[in-house]
């Protein structure tokens, strides 16, 4: 089934625009959506795309609402510190969690389990409550210690989804390319899209 709450954080790693994407379509879909950003992904989102994040949780949401279009679905966004915050407790985590774009540094802090900040803690909360825990990193090329790290965390039951776009489809824009990565997330989470066809299917 398509969880109703979903938490997504957002790090420092290129390609904001997947995390921002995932967003629209979450939102659109009237799920609830509680958004964490690291320090390094505001800077990354301010390079890559013409969204600038201003200070606080609520400005914080107001933008990307208004970056995304949409007034569907619930948006809260949480402070990387804010460890009152429901996706910080096994009790009170949505049942999902997705990472994209994760930082290489974010994967090595989930698989030690860190918890240094509310990415971490609530992709901890993840594991020990056995929820579904989507990473999606972007680094080229991998380390020894990246795939292993990588390793680690799918034997425990993490999905890793690279952001590797397929072109099956023959995109056009840098949307389509990246709507690829996007329409394979929300395929894990379960939540209907008509993004991108599947294999064998015939676009209508």
């Known amino acids: 089934m398509s969880p109703e709450r979903i938490t997504l954080a957002i790090t420092g790693a290129s390609g904001a625009q997947y995390g921002l994407r995932l967003l629209r379509y979450l939102l659109a879909a009237e799920k609830e959506v509680f958004v964490i950003i690291s320090k390094a992904a ?4 301010g390079t890559e795309t013409d969204l600038r994040l201003p200070a606080g949780t609520k400005a914080t949401a107001t933008a990307l609402r208004e970056y995304v279009g949409h007034d569907k679905g619930a948006l809260t966004v949480c402070g990387l510190e804010q460890w009152t915050s429901p996706v910080a407790s096994g009790s009170g985590a949505p049942s999902a969690m997705v990472v994209v774009p994760c930082s290489t540094g974010t994967l090595s802090a989930i698989a030690t389990g860190a918890s240094n900040n509310l990415i971490e803690r609530a992709a901890d909360v993840a594991l020990k409550e056995r929820r579904q825990l989507i990473l999606v990193p972007r680094e080229a090329p991998l380390s020894a210690i990246h795939l292993e790290n990588m390793l680690k965390l799918a034997r425990l039951g993490v999905t890793i989804m690279p952001a590797a776009p397929g072109f099956y489809n023959q995109p056009q824009t ?11 997330i929300l395929d894990q989470l379960g939540v209907a899209q008509t993004l991108v066809p599947r294999w064998g299917e015939v676009e209508a």
């Open 42 to 45: 505001r800077v990354v989102i």
């Open 174 to 184: 840098v949307d389509e390319v990246v709507d690829f990565i996007v329409a394979r």
